[in-house]
T-cell receptor
């Protein structure tokens, strides 16, 4: 079946540090891969996505590359800001899974000045 | 961007009582809304798909009599946890699909339910 394994948090970084949040998945077929972000007091928002192998999703300085060979979709940002403090969720959605997204457990990131 | 409003954000109730959670799409009409649940340190899991004007579709293992879903209008879906028990304590989050926005999903801010 489908599942997502995500790096556990919480993660605390200083401003301008490099961020990596690991995400690996298991899925049947060729799923689409997503990173969602939840800022304090707000709903989940789509941060970036990739729909096929070797695609790179990017937004707001964040990047993630769809690696089929390692079944990974690690989230990276070269220089984090305090405003990036949030909970990040990795997710997959397959063409054969209907409405079912498979989410990771979420990784809480706190960036300190 | 499209906004989905969910409330309450936090509710504490006694065992045996019922709790209603509302999910509203504020600037688009959502024929389809989704309800998720997340237990501590576990993944968000889809509970049910709510379809306007028809019965909700529940995922395997979700009790439809316990988690009543009503989608009476194109902008409102409600989830009622009936006769809540401590094991129902969880984080519930809804999402709505914007048919005019390439089918994008927009999420509410979630409801933390604690049953004493």
């Amino acid at each position: 079946g489908n599942s997502v394994t995500q790096m556990e948090g919480p993660v605390t970084l200083s401003e301008e540090a490099f961020l990596t949040i690991n995400c690996t998945y298991t899925a049947t077929g060729y799923p689409s891969l997503f990173w969602y972000v939840q800022y304090p007091g707000e709903g989940l928002q789509l941060l970036l996505k990739a729909t096929k192998a070797d695609d790179k999703g990017s937004n707001k300085g964040f990047e993630a590359t769809y690696r089929k060979e390692t079944t990974s979709f690690h989230l990276e940002k070269g220089s984090v800001q305090v405003s990036d403090s949030a909970v990040y969720f990795c997710a997959t959605k397959g063409s054969n899974t209907g409405n079912q997204f498979y989410f990771g457990t979420g990784t809480s990131l706190t960036v300190i000045p | 961007g499209a906004v989905v409003s969910q409330h309450p954000s936090r509710v504490i109730c006694k065992s045996g009582t019922s709790v209603k959670i509302e999910c509203r799409s504020l600037d688009f009409q959502a024929t389809t809304m989704f309800w998720y649940r997340q237990f501590p340190k576990q993944s968000l899991m889809l509970m049910a798909t709510s379809n306007e004007g028809s019965k909700a579709t529940y995922e395997q293992g979700v009790e439809k009599d316990k988690f009543l879903i009503n989608h009476a209008s194109l902008t409102l879906s409600t989830l009622t946890v009936t006769s809540a028990h401590p094991e129902d304590s969880s984080f519930y989050i809804c999402s709505a699909r914007d048919p005019g926005g390439a089918g994008k999903l927009f999420f509410g801010s979630g409801t933390q339910l604690s049953v004493l």
